[in-house]
């Protein structure tokens, strides 16, 4: 379950929480719904979920969406959906476009006031008046600055009725361009966009409100008392404040943390598109990426990423994580909940001539037995993994050779090879034989192994990573030129024990609030640790005659395939 207090490792938040210490906190989380969420937004939920959770308050979920060329339906389903996956529960869900009177209305009241002017200046003009390529000469502003307030509201609702195409004019806020900050240097408020219905609103409006008009009123409308942002966002603060004072508004209040990133990966909408749509991975929900729906079909609990955002704390600067400090997290987590199996990637059976079918009791985990165990039928051919045998021994060798022997978890005695065969074509070895060693000494390994009564076929899908750099934004000849071959390797042929079924049923183990209190935690919430192996978790494309398994993370650092 998420601990608020843990949420609380928040560093700065508590000042925050300081300049405004409030009975009822009131925060929000506003995507726009223009893209899958990514490892990034998961700090953005966590800060301000997590803050107003701390404090007995509550958080909306806020889409965005003034912007209708590039918003799209399965985003807001997604959005949300990734939301309570995380373990949050909106407040309520709310639009910026529920206000698009109320805004406009402002918008009048604005103009009124004579803070705000109809301009048709160009780009280049704006630039000129801004003082030019980098600050030559003074600011000044254009003669349409000076236009009556009835002549501006004429305008504006001409704008409103498509008396104008768009670009052709703009409605800009008259703030204070002698101000040092660019973000008081009149800024646009309403554009014009008549290519593309809006989602909810369809073609109701021709005029859409620009995030620096928006975002501040909004936070207003909804009672936002503390308003966290990224620090991208500083210098708006202060537009952000100058808006709602001018509108005699409920004044939020805007602080800025610092954004996570994660190297080693590519999280830029454009980007991952491209991957998409070229076929270097399988959808925007590749185990190989970062979006929260990609980390999630590999098997990372909701929880383990939340331990992560905590463990970096939240600060004002930008964080920048390297891909195996999330992997150490996300293993630390999986080791406490997840139950324990024997998986074989790479099968090569092994008869044992004198042994005999057993039942053998295997804890779910040898630390905790809350967990519990199952029964396994140990039988006289046993499937062990091809890597640890060998046809020629060596004296640090510790595993399966001729005359040599191996401990076999759990298994009645450790056996000793005899003979191999081996097919002459492929130099592939096709079966071992053995014997029970029932009188040497304790074995210095024990390797897995799987019977033939009640295992299944599975394929493993043992995911590396995508990129070979650690920067692949900035290789030479872009990204793509970047790609690692053998960022996908699978296993087609693997096997798991019987108590896999027991596993899947018992799904999701005792872990992250999220899924276990939604109660139908996908298939990616059936998770295990092959032992010796790595982390698994049960992959969507799998059916009910085939198991499809993705790697989480592998069971140590570094430790290859
Ligand atoms: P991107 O371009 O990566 O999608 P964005 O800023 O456009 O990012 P929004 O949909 O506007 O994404 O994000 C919603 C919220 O999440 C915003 O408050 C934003 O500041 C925050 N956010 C986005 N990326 C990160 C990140 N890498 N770390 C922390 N917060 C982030
Ligand atoms: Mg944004
Ligand atoms: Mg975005």
Known sequence: TIDPQAMFKLGFLEDVYKERPSKDVVTRFPPEPNGYLHIGHAKAIAVNFGFAKYHGGVCYLRYDDT????EEERYFEAIQEIVQWLGFEPFKITYSSDNFQKLYDLAEELIKQGKAYVCSCSDTEIKDQRGGEKGAHERYRCAHADQSPEENLTKFRDMRDGKYKPREVFLRMKQDITDGNPQMWDLAAYRIKTDTPHHRTGWDWKIYPTYDFTHCLCDSFEGITHSLCTTEFILSRVSYEWL?????????????????NLTG???????ILKLVEDG???????????????????????GAILDFVNELGVTTSTTTIQIHRFEQTIRKYLEKTVPRLMLILDP?????????????????????PKMGSHTVRFTPTVYIDRSDFREVDSKDYYRLAPGKSVGLLNAPYPVKATSFTKDEATGKITEIRAVYDREGKKPKTFIQWVGTEGSKKAEVRIHNPLFKSEKPDDAEGGFLKDINPESEVIYPDAIIESGFDEVKRRAPWPEAAGESELGKGGPESIRFQGMRVAYFAVDSDSTDDKIVLNRIVSLKEDAGK
């Open 265 to 271: 990966t590519v999280l830029s909408k454009r980007k």
């Open 244 to 260: 709602n004072k001018s509108l005699g508004v409920y004044e939020p209040m805007q602080r800025e943390y610092g954004r996570l």
């Open 280 to 302: 270097y991975v399988r959808g925007w929900d590749d185990p190989r990426l970062y979006t929260l729906i990609a980390i999630r079909r590999r098997g990372v609990p909701p």
């Open 67 to 70: 912007n209708p060329e590039k």
């Open 348 to 368: 090569v059976p092994l008869v044992i001539e004198d042994a005999e079918a057993v039942d053998v009791e295997l804890p779910f985990s040898p630390k905790d």
